[in-house]
C-alpha cells in the first residue's frame, strides 16, 4: 500500500460498505424461522416462557452460578441490580466506561462517585477505590466494578476492600460473557453480575441481558422487581420495572449459544491478525487482555499517541472512517462530563488523569461477524501508511476543513 492508495488522499475505500465495531451476530435464517414457528405454535410471546426459561437455566450451567435471571436489558438489569442491592447515597464507579454504568443508578436515588482507571488495563483502580472509601466513609455504599474490554478487574482486591469498608460490591460485566479468571467463568463475583446481550456483544439476543447471583434472596427480589410471573418466591418490592425478556431475545441468545465456540474462535482469529499487522507500528497501542485466563475478544482497543504515530486519534478515526472502516471513540468523554454530573462533580477531571488520557487516545476497531480475519490485517495495514503518510493526511484534512 503506498500514500495516494488510502481512500482520504483519493485512492478507492478499502470496504465497499461500513464495516461496524460491533459483534452483530445474525443467526442462520432456516434456524431463525424454525424458532419463531415455534414461538407462533405456542401462541406465547413473554412472561418467562419456556425459551426464556431454558436458556436461564443453560446459563446457570455454563457460568456455574445458582441463580439467571434473564432481562430485557443490561441497563434496566443494573437498574435492577441497585434496587435489590437497596443502595443509597454513594456508589464507587468507574469514569471510564458506557454511561448506563453511572446512570443505573439514578433509579434508587444514588449517586456515583467516579473513580479512575489503571492506565495499562483500563480496569477499575483498587488504589482509587480505597481513597475515595477512606474520605467518604460511611456515604459510599457500593462499588460498581466494571470487568472492561474481554478483561477482568481485579477482583480479589475489591473483595477485599468490601469486605474491609463493610459495602456491596457488584459487577457491571456487560463485556465479559464468556471470559474466565483464573479458570472460572465470570458471573459469580460479588453479590451479582450483569451481562449485556445486545446485537455488539458476543452472546446477542438482539436486545438482551441477565443478572447473576449466588445469592438465593437477592435472586427473589430481582425476579419480582422484574416481574417474577411464578419464578421463584414471592416477595415484596419498592418498585417493579418491566424488565422481561421476550421469547424472540431468548430465541436469538440460544441459537447464538449454540454458535458461541465458533464466535470466539472467529474473533481470536482476527484478533491475531491485527496483532500481528499492528505490531511495531510508533504510536499505535493494541490492548491485550490479560487479567483473565480466557477472553472473549470483544473489542480490540487501540491507544493512538499523537507524538509518535504523526496523527491523533480523532485524524486516524477519520482516516479509517473514509476507507469505509466505522471506528468508534468508546468512551468519550468520560462519564464526569456528561449532564447531570459535569455541574455536581466539576473538579472531577483533575482527580480522573487517566481517564482524561484514555479519552483522547482510545478508537475501537471492527470485529465480529461484520469484518473477517483479511479484513482486520487489511484494517492494520491502512493504520500502517496512516502514520507512515501523516503529514500528507494532517493537509488535507485542514484543507477540507
Ligand atoms: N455497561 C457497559 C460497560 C456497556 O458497554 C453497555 C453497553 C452497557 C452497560 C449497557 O448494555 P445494554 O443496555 O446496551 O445491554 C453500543 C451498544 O448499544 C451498547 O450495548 C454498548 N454497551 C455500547 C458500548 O455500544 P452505540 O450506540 O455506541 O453503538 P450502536 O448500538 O450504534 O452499534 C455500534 C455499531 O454497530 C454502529 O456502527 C451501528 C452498527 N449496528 C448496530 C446494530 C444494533 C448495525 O450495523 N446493526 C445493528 O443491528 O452503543
Not at 422484574?226 to 418490592?237: E, L, M
Not at 504510536?283 to 483473565?292: I, Q, Y
Not at 473514509?322 to 468519550?332: K, P, S
Request: proline share 4%; glycine share 8%.
Amino acid at each position: 500500500m503506498s500514500c495516494p492508495e488510502l481512500a482520504v488522499l483519493g485512492g478507492t475505500p478499502l470496504f465497499e460498505k461500513p464495516v461496524p465495531v460491533g459483534q452483530l451476530y445474525f443467526p442462520e435464517w432456516e434456524k431463525y424461522e424454525a424458532a419463531m414457528r415455534g414461538i407462533f405454535q405456542r401462541q406465547y410471546y413473554t412472561n418467562q416462557g419456556p425459551l426464556t426459561q431454558e436458556l436461564e437455566q443453560r446459563l446457570q450451567e455454563r457460568l456455574q452460578v445458582r441463580h439467571v435471571i434473564c432481562v430485557v436489558n443490561a441497563t434496566i438489569g443494573l437498574m435492577m441490580a441497585a434496587d435489590a442491592l437497596g443502595l443509597r447515597g454513594k456508589v464507587i464507579v468507574p469514569a471510564y466506561t458506557f454511561i448506563a454504568t453511572a446512570q443505573s443508578l439514578s433509579w434508587t436515588g444514588s449517586e456515583p462517585l467516579f473513580c479512575d482507571v489503571d492506565p495499562i488495563t483500563h480496569q477499575l483502580d483498587p488504589e482509587c477505590v480505597e481513597r475515595l472509601l477512606e474520605e467518604h466513609g460511611a456515604e459510599v455504599s457500593a462499588i460498581l466494578a466494571v470487568n472492561l474490554w474481554g478483561d477482568a478487574c481485579r477482583q480479589d482486591r475489591l473483595a477485599e476492600l468490601a469486605r474491609k469498608y463493610a459495602v456491596r460490591l457488584y459487577y457491571d460485566s456487560a463485556h465479559g460473557f464468556g471470559c474466565e479468571l483464573d479458570g472460572k467463568p465470570l458471573g459469580g463475583a460479588g453479590d451479582l453480575e450483569v451481562f449485556s446481550f445486545h446485537a455488539t456483544k458476543v452472546l446477542s439476543a438482539a436486545e438482551g441481558g441477565c443478572i447473576c447471583t449466588n445469592d438465593d434472596e437477592l435472586a427473589a427480589r430481582l425476579r419480582n422487581i422484574r416481574s417474577s410471573y411464578g419464578a421463584g418466591p414471592a416477595r415484596q418490592v419498592l418498585r417493579t420495572s418491566n424488565g422481561r425478556m421476550s421469547e424472540a431475545q431468548a430465541a436469538v441468545a440460544l441459537l447464538s449459544l449454540e454458535s458461541f465456540d465458533s464466535i470466539l474462535a472467529r474473533n481470536e482469529a482476527m484478533f491475531h491478525a491485527y496483532r500481528q499487522g499492528l505490531e511495531g507500528i510508533q504510536g499505535v497501542r493494541l490492548l491485550t487482555p490479560a487479567s483473565v485466563s480466557k477472553t472473549n475478544y470483544q473489542y480490540v482497543v487501540c491507544e493512538i499517541d499523537e507524538r509518535a504515530f504523526g496523527l491523533n486519534r480523532n485524524e486516524l478515526q477519520q482516516v479509517l472512517s473514509a476507507e469505509n472502516v466505522v471506528a468508534r471513540r468508546y468512551f468519550y468523554p468520560g462519564l464526569h462530563r456528561f449532564v447531570p454530573y459535569a455541574d455536581q462533580f466539576p473538579d472531577a477531571s483533575a482527580r480522573l488523569p487517566v481517564t482524561e488520557y484514555l479519552c483522547e487516545r482510545v478508537l475501537q476497531l471492527p470485529i465480529g461477524q461484520m469484518v473477517d480475519a483479511e479484513g482486520a490485517g487489511r484494517i492494520a495495514a491502512a493504520i500502517r501508511m496512516a502514520g507512515a503518510c501523516a503529514e500528507s493526511i494532517r493537509r488535507k484534512l485542514r484543507e477540507a476543513a
